[in-house]
């Protein structure tokens, strides 16, 4: 799944952010998995706000890389292992 | 036209019916009822005697409450508004009553077939009263949440867990220890003024109306021994809200609801307890968390 599919995603979710956390609550309609919510720290905030349907994976690796002063390789690293966890997430809403 | 005023956890309800019918309600309902009238009820509840065919049609269906055994209940969109088709729990896929509530959650329209029994109409009768009760924290400053809470006089303390975590054991030791039980399964938590209030809400049996200024927060579960950890943050929001009564099918109502509960934990302490049940529980309880 690429960036540009996890941005249509992001609808289907609540947010709130809390200290340098996100909660995400996905929308439901039904009562299970009412326990199934979501707590991105830092880093995966930050790449969360960056999914905007207009920034590709690369862009992001590059503002992550920017906004937290690492290196492209820890940058990339820390994205692609967050867009995964992500993907698992909405798919299993 | 019938008219009845109740109140509960500090909000008011005018209940009316249509001029041949008459309102009954269950008698968990009647100490919740007011004498007198309101100008200005927070929640409006029009009966209305036998329940469409038109509003019979299952389109547009937007949450189901069912497990695999039973039918709670079905939401809709219906128009501008919320259709609501309720089950009976004792007949499968029996519809009970029809509800119809509006987008700013403020006016409900009951339809209900009467009483077999005595011709009157039940308005409120489970599950669609607690469904009722819900959407007043929609509209409001509160959360509904699965939870025991107690009053010691000065202090209310609300247990809250999944099913089987010993939310009405922890009440009924605080009650040995001398504390007053605001209800052992259901809460409204509410803002009022500088603080939180705890609520009880009718139940199957008839109880008083009871409230109390809260104190904190107390996530519990089984334990070989008794413990206690603060939460904070998402964690504790996080935590209180899969103890909530949800119907997430709108970005607006979830919002709404971790606004409300962050707001709560930047003033209150949420603690997780692991506990034994044993009267231990509350010396221990209060010495950590005053």
Not at chain 1, 3 to 15: D, G, T
Not at chain 2, 36 to 53: A, H, L, Y
Not at chain 2, 121 to 126: I, N
Request: overall charge negative; proline content about 4%.
């Amino acid at each position: 799944m690429n960036v540009s599919e996890l941005y249509n995603y992001k609808k289907h979710f609540a947010s709130r952010i809390v200290g340098e956390e996100l909660i995400l609550v996905p929308v439901k309609s039904n009562v299970a998995d009412m326990d199934k919510i979501f707590t991105l720290n830092g880093v995966g905030n930050f790449i969360w706000e960056k999914i905007d349907g207009k920034n590709s994976e690369e862009d992001i690796i590059h503002e992550v890389a920017n906004e937290f002063d690492v290196g492209t390789e820890t940058a990339t690293m820390d994205v692609k292992e967050f867009l995964n966890r992500l993907y698992d997430i909405v798919t299993k809403i | 036209m019938e008219r009845i005023f109740l109140s509960i956890a500090g909000f008011t309800i005018c209940l009316i019916a249509d001029e041949d019918s008459k309102i009954a309600l269950d008698d968990g309902y009647f100490p919740f009822v007011i004498p007198g009238q309101s100008n200005d009820p927070d929640i409006i509840i029009r009966t209305k005697k036998g329940i469409p065919k038109e509003l019979l049609n299952k389109k547009h269906l937007i949450f189901e409450a069912k497990n695999e055994l039973r039918k709670y209940f079905s939401i809709y969109q219906h128009m501008e508004s919320y259709k609501f088709i309720i089950y009976d729990q004792q007949v499968e896929n029996k519809i009970q009553q029809i509800a119809i509530l509006d987008r700013e959650y403020t006016n409900w329209v009951i339809y209900t077939n009467p009483n077999e029994e005595d011709n009157n109409l039940y308005p409120l009768q489970y599950p669609l009263g607690p469904i009722v009760f819900y959407y007043f924290t929609v509209k409001l400053d509160a959360i509904m949440i699965h939870a025991s809470g107690v009053f010691d006089g000065l202090k209310g303390r609300v247990f809250s867990g999944f099913s089987g975590t010993g939310k009405s054991t922890m009440a009924e030791l605080w009650q040995k220890s001398g504390s007053l039980i605001i209800n052992d399964d259901r809460l409204i938590i509410r803002k009022r003024n500088a603080g939180f209030e705890i609520h009880n809400t009718p139940m199957f049996y008839p109880d008083m109306p009871k409230m109390a200024p809260l104190h904190s927060i107390n996530l519990i579960y089984h334990s070989k021994g008794n413990c206690i950890k603060k939460l904070s943050g998402t964690e504790a929001i996080s935590r209180i809200m899969t103890c909530c009564i949800q119907h997430d099918y709108d970005k607006r109502i979830i919002e709404h609801q971790l606004s409300f509960i962050s707001s709560i934990t930047e003033q209150i302490p949420v603690y997780e307890v692991g506990f034994f049940p044993n009267e231990k529980i509350v010396d221990f309880i209060t010495d950590y968390a005053g």
